[in-house]
């Protein structure tokens, strides 16, 4: 008798312990409902899609370099609220100047979203090309120098609800400073690449 009240009361404390617990999967937070304090996250399921190369993948020579052709991608699941999409393009394996800088390769923004994405080699009307590292407006294809490891160019996508008030001469501080309290979704979208080092 003693050890049926014990093995009750063992099991009230481990309901009592995971009715306690944070729910990450539930809802409240960032998208959430039930009311209640934040609870982890729910966010919508944006997506970056391209046939151009898998994402992980080798970047192909066609997108490579100066001269590189800006691949297309499409996008889906962004929220209703969605208005316009940015793209930022950069080298994460590098640091610039002892900074937290990397390699900007491009930037875009006010892409409308009724366009669903971006067809290979140029942009929607309405959308602005920024800056590259080169103060060159447009897309400037991976490029890193003869090496053992491939270094990750990622494309990040933010879905926002507004359309950016910014001149093409805007840098990429500026961008993200604007798009602060915009931001209604974001995914990401990364390719490989790297040059032989010349043989010995």
Do not use: C
Request: charged share 15%; hydrophobic share 40%.
């Amino acid at each position: 008798m003693q050890k049926t009240v014990l093995r009750a009361a063992a099991g009230l404390l481990v309901l009592a312990a995971l009715g306690s617990a944070p729910a990450f999967a539930q809802g409240g937070g960032a998208g959430g409902g039930g009311g209640g304090p934040p609870r982890g996250f729910n966010l919508p399921p944006l997506l970056m899609e391209t046939n151009a190369f898998p994402d992980g993948g080798i970047i192909p020579p066609k997108f490579v370099g100066p001269m590189g052709v800006q691949p297309g991608f499409t996008f889906s699941g962004a929220p209703d609220t969605t208005q316009t999409y940015a793209i930022i393009f950069h080298d994460m394996d590098v640091s610039i100047g002892n900074n937290t800088g990397d390699v900007l390769h491009w930037m875009a923004w006010n892409i409308p979203a009724s366009a669903k994405g971006i067809p290979e080699g140029k942009l929607p009307d309405g959308s602005v090309n920024g800056n590259n590292m080169r103060n060159q407006p447009g897309y400037m294809g991976p490029g890193a120098p003869p090496g053992v490891r491939y270094h990750h160019y990622v494309f990040e996508l933010y879905a926002l609800n507004a359309k950016l008030d910014l001149p093409a001469t805007t840098t990429r501080d500026q961008l993200l400073a604007a798009m602060q309290g915009k931001i209604v979704a974001k995914a990401a979208y990364v390719g490989r690449f790297h040059q032989e080092p010349p043989k010995q």
